[in-house]
């Protein structure tokens, strides 16, 4: 349409325009049909991994689609009216327009064949995508009469915002879609199976809510997996779009922070035990602080293996330099018996990597110590990674932690984790925050989905003064079980008091 408004009054121009437009399509369908023969050889390697690399290589072609979009929309026109231009004056050939509709038919005519493909592979049925496409192709024709007859009166700029949105939220519900079937082939954990349950209000079976399902990955009864990759992959485009736009570094790091949750999410794992404390730790140190800090948490579950987990924590610390804090704390927690019992005494350290904000992330390091109070249990040591970003108001810490039990009966095995925050700044008094925990198993051998422990839930954080310098510090959350391992709920808190 706009090729066909920037050549107007120009002889012979419908003879190219329809060249291109044919070899265009015809490339297009040379790129449906190698599809076609790249399911049939990967039926034997599985469906499922066959649909889930279509899935996303039609995500990848519409993120990419998008970006471009949203840095060329605004040249885009001018550039077609330029050729246009160049073309009356015979400074370029008509070969310029043929190749510029063969390219522009090439690659929306594949980004289409990927989507038709994308759509069966995620379970659409042929009648209602068919019914679907004949619609939007009539709207495209009325739609693009619309802009040929009006296109330089028509402010392109809000189409292109429209309809950028509208790719946005397919893009991410066809990344979920593609996380449920790597779930299937048991490469990615569940975190959930069903996270909730909408479709009493609206069913997927519905004309409704099928067509939201097909628009934006409308899913009643999503897995833990696909809410992430839905967020990650609309967190990234969007500032990627954003920063193309604009250069902003603050929104490139939005998009590099959502590719860390969802490498922490998906990659990293640990063991049970990193749930003693519930804690993230932040990589910055305040020289000549003192905390004493109480915190601890609860379970609930209808099983007795489960329920009623306790364990709680006292620690006094001191950041004695810039760049170390160090610590020492008693653990108490619930026995088999359902007894309180002391069980261990720990010595940690805080080492802060680099200073706040020079890079474009900090860094620290955690190095603990942990001795059992029980001879016939093992002692253990545990480093964690420290890694923390701001962005605006918004502040994600990600901790990485390797752990390993010392001792004659330890099973001579490192275990991997991670503990993840988001926070948003609201003022020191009420921050609220999504916290998310999980376990895999051992380092490189991780446990089937179903046996993995994965927590996750919302966090109200913040803290008062108490004088000039002195500061009162709370913590309350409470963490939803993702996965048949992790207890339905768990309850933390935390109490700190700085001087």
């Known amino acids: 349409t706009v090729v066909l408004a920037a050549t107007r009054g120009i002889a012979s121009r419908h003879r190219w325009i329809i060249g291109g437009l044919v070899i265009g399509l015809g490339l ?21 991994l066959f649909n889930a690399l279509v899935l996303l290589v039609a995500v990848t072609m519409l993120s990419w689609h998008n970006v471009w979009m949203k840095k060329h929309a ?12 160049a073309i009356s004056l015979g400074e370029k050939s008509m070969l310029v327009i043929a190749s510029i509709v063969g390219l522009a038919v090439l690659r929306e005519g594949a980004e289409v064949v990927l989507f038709m493909y994308s759509m069966l592979a995620a379970g659409t049925q042929v009648a209602s995508m068919t019914l679907g496409g004949l619609l939007g192709l ?11 007859f009006g296109l330089l009166r028509i402010p392109t700029h809000y189409l292109f915002k429209v309809t950028g949105i509208m790719i946005l939220l397919l893009a991410a519900g066809l990344a979920a879609q593609a996380a449920g079937y790597l779930v299937q082939a048991d490469i990615l954990p569940a975190l959930g199976n069903r996270i909730w349950d909408t479709s009493a209000i609206l069913s997927e079976k519905s004309v409704l809510g ?9 899913d009643a009864n999503p897995m ?27 929104v490139r790091n ?17 063991s049970t035990d990193a749930y003693a404390s519930h804690k993230v730790y932040s990589p910055h140190v305040e020289v000549g602080e003192t905390e004493i800090e109480l ?33 020492v704390f008693g653990e108490v927690e619930k026995n088999q018996q359902g007894e309180m019992e002391y069980a261990a005494t720990a010595w940690e350290n805080i080492f802060q990597l680099t200073e706040q904000g020079e890079y474009w992330v900090d860094a620290g390091l955690y190095l603990e110590y942990e001795h059992a109070h029980e001879s016939d249990h093992n002692d253990k040591a545990e480093l964690k990674v420290l890694l923390e970003k701001a962005t605006g108001k918004w502040l994600h810490t990600l901790n990485i932690i ?9 099973p001579g095995i490192t275990e991997l984790g991670y503990a993840w925050r988001t926070s948003m700044h609201m003022g020191k008094a009420l921050s609220p925050a999504l916290e998310i925990y999980g376990s895999t198993g051992e380092l490189g051998h991780p446990d089937h989905s179903k046996e993995q422990d994965h927590r996750a839930g919302p966090v109200i954080h913040g803290n008062f003064k108490l004088g000039n310098t002195d500061k009162l510090g709370y913590e309350l959350g409470y963490l939803f079980g993702l996965t048949d391992s992790a207890p339905d709920g768990t309850l933390k808190f935390s109490l700190e008091y700085e001087f």
């Not at 297009?28 to 499922?48: K, N, P, R, T, Y």
């Not at 489960?306 to 950041?319: F, T, V």
């Open 74 to 85: 605004r040249e885009l026109v001018q550039q077609i009216k330029s050729a246009g231009q």
């Open 295 to 327: 915190r601890g948490h609860t379970t609930f579950d209808d099983r007795s293996t489960h329920d009623d987990q306790q364990k709680y924590i006292l620690e006094i610390g001191h950041g004695f330099t810039e760049y170390w804090f160090s610590a």
């Open 224 to 250: 833990g997996i696909q809410i992430v990759f839905y967020v990650s992959t609309f967190a990234l485009i969007s500032s990627l779009m954003a920063w193309v736009s604009r250069d902003s570094k603050p």
């Open 254 to 270: 939005v998009a590099v922070t959502a590719c860390i949750g969802l490498f922490a999410l998906v990659v990293v794992g640990h």
């Open 28 to 48: 297009s369908g040379l790129v449906a049909l190698l599809a076609e023969q790249i399911s049939m050889l990967a039926d034997g390697l599985g469906q499922e």
């Open 138 to 148: 009539g709207l495209g024709i009325g739609t693009g009469g619309l802009l040929y």
């Open 402 to 410: 390797f752990e390993r039990e010392l001792g004659n009966n330890a």
């Open 210 to 218: 099928n067509l939201l399902h097909i628009l934006i990955g409308y």
